[in-house]
């Protein structure tokens, strides 16, 4: 068997792909980790959903595999590490979903504005317009460049922050985004935008430091895993009310458990990582991986380097 398909696909992806190779569809085994581990030996190649998880045993109970799709965005559950050492290309179409995710960024940007109020001068409850507020995106990832665009259709100023991006880099002109260090961000925004892609060495890189000096009754949305943020630093911004509001679309299982710091807060909403899925972007996420799986399978000569696939990478996207 050359391709195992766990994640439920569209059915022309599927028939496309059934030309080309055996392929078993098997998304029952995403509820049967047993199942998946003994289906894994003859398979070169397997698209799995985000609950499905994948670490050194698994690899070794796959030793012809060559490619690992995801739709999604997310890889945390995924170890890159044991992947590079074992020459498996990790496939996911990040570029597929920015679209998604930036209307999701502004629907919830808007909620927030309107629907917790602050007090005005006159010591009136009123909800906030985004046109002439100072939005702030972290994280310079495809969905960046159309979330900026529709914040200047609303009238907003944009400012932005990313650790693997230089102030002098020419994309932030070309994407219409004025680069700030991230104390100036939180400090000056009345809206935040957390778009960085999660690696364990941002984990808590958003904490008291920035947290406890945001511009006060600043709204958030986080499109990011939530480990970038300390948790205590979080519920102390959004219970002692200096921050208006929270929207996390993706949140660390027990993390709003008895006991945890933003259990019972009030101003934070959490969603299911729906930001990146739509009928749209799951169609071309499916296309995306598809595609450069048939690449992988089909190259009879692979070089052994490991690489996580993008759609684009940055610079690529800035000529789009």
């Known amino acids: 068997m050359d391709l195992l398909i766990v994640e439920p696909l569209e059915p022309d992806v599927v028939q496309w792909l059934e030309a ?26 397997m698209i799995i959903p985000p609950s499905v998880a994948v670490d050194e045993a698994a690899l070794k109970a796959a030793p012809h595999l060559r490619a690992i799709g ?28 920015a679209t998604a995710e930036a209307e ?24 906030r317009e985004l046109g002439g507020a100072r939005i702030g995106l972290v994280g310079m990832t495809p969905a960046a460049k159309p979330l900026a665009t529709l914040l200047k259709a609303f009238g907003a100023d ?29 400090e000056q925004s009345d809206g935040v935008c957390m778009l960085l892609a999660f690696f364990t060495r941002y984990r808590g890189l958003v904490g008291e430091r920035y947290l406890a000096d945001c ?8 499109l990011t895993h939530s480990s970038i943020f300390e948790e205590a630093a979080l519920a102390e911004a959004l219970d002692s009310g200096r921050m208006a509001a929270a929207w996390l679309d993706s949140l660390e299982p027990g993390a709003l458990d008895p006991g945890r710091p933003l259990h019972g807060a009030e101003t934070l909403q959490v969603t299911p990582r729906v930001a990146s899925t739509t009928r749209e972007s799951r169609r071309r996420s499916a296309w995306s991986v598809a595609r450069r799986i048939d ?26």
């Open 20 to 45: 080309r190779y055996p392929v078993r569809l098997a998304p029952e085994l995403a509820r049967e980790p047993l199942g998946l581990r003994r289906a894994l030996f003859q398979v070169r190649a």
């Open 70 to 97: 995801r739709l999604s965005a997310g890889v945390e559950n995924i170890d890159l590490d044991a992947c590079a050492r074992a020459n498996v290309e990790v496939v996911r179409p990040t570029h597929a979903a």
């Open 104 to 127: 999701f960024a502004i629907g919830a940007l808007l909620q927030m504005l309107r629907r917790v109020p602050v007090v005005n001068a006159e010591g009136l409850l009123v909800g």
């Open 158 to 186: 944009v400012i932005g922050y990313d650790p693997g991006l230089h102030a002098s880099d020419p994309l932030w002109g070309q994407w219409g985004v004025r680069p700030v260090p991230l104390r100036t961000l939180m």
């Open 215 to 222: 511009k006060p009754n600043q709204v958030l949305v986080s």
């Open 295 to 320: 690449e992988i399978l089909a190259d009879t000569n692979p070089a052994p380097v490991f690489r996580p696939t993008w759609e684009g990478d940055v610079a690529d996207l800035a000529d789009d």
